[in-house]
């Protein structure tokens, strides 16, 4: 069984790079045909999803954000990192990793998610 646990800050100020981590047991992020991937909802919205790393390292983000994000990995801990830059109150969410399969079409093992607000 696959689990992911989201680290990271609950509290960043205006203008900061967030960091998030997710660490992933039960399973390798090198897998093949995964893609690990970061989502968001923030108060009262759905779910937007940021981007994701896929199993060769490859990266694809949403549009939206593509300018401020930065998805890495690091194999040796079996965990992928969310960089989100220049965060504003906007920004405020509950931030979940999670697995991807079918080109990252479908998610079907998620974290537990990990709020992060955004305040000065």
């Known amino acids: 069984q696959v689990q992911l646990q989201e680290s990271g800050p609950g509290l960043v100020k205006p203008s900061q790079t967030l960091s998030l981590t997710c660490t992933v047991s039960?399973?390798?992020?090198?897998?093949?045909?995964?893609?690990w991937s970061w989502i968001r909802q923030a108060p009262g919205k759905g779910l937007e999803w940021i981007g994701y790393?896929?199993?060769?390292?490859?990266?694809v983000y949403s549009p939206s954000l593509k300018s401020r994000t930065s998805i890495s990995r690091d194999t040796s801990k079996n965990q992928f990192t969310l960089q989100l830059s220049s965060m504003t109150p906007e920004d405020t969410a509950v931030y979940y990793c999670?697995?991807?399969?079918?080109?990252?079409?479908?998610?079907?093992?998620w974290g537990r998610g990990t709020q992060v607000t955004v305040s000065s």
């Open positions: 790393i896929g199993y060769s390292g490859s990266t």
């Open positions: 999670a697995r991807g399969v079918y080109s990252g079409t479908y998610l079907d093992f």
């Open positions: 039960g399973g390798s992020i090198t897998s093949n045909y995964y893609y």
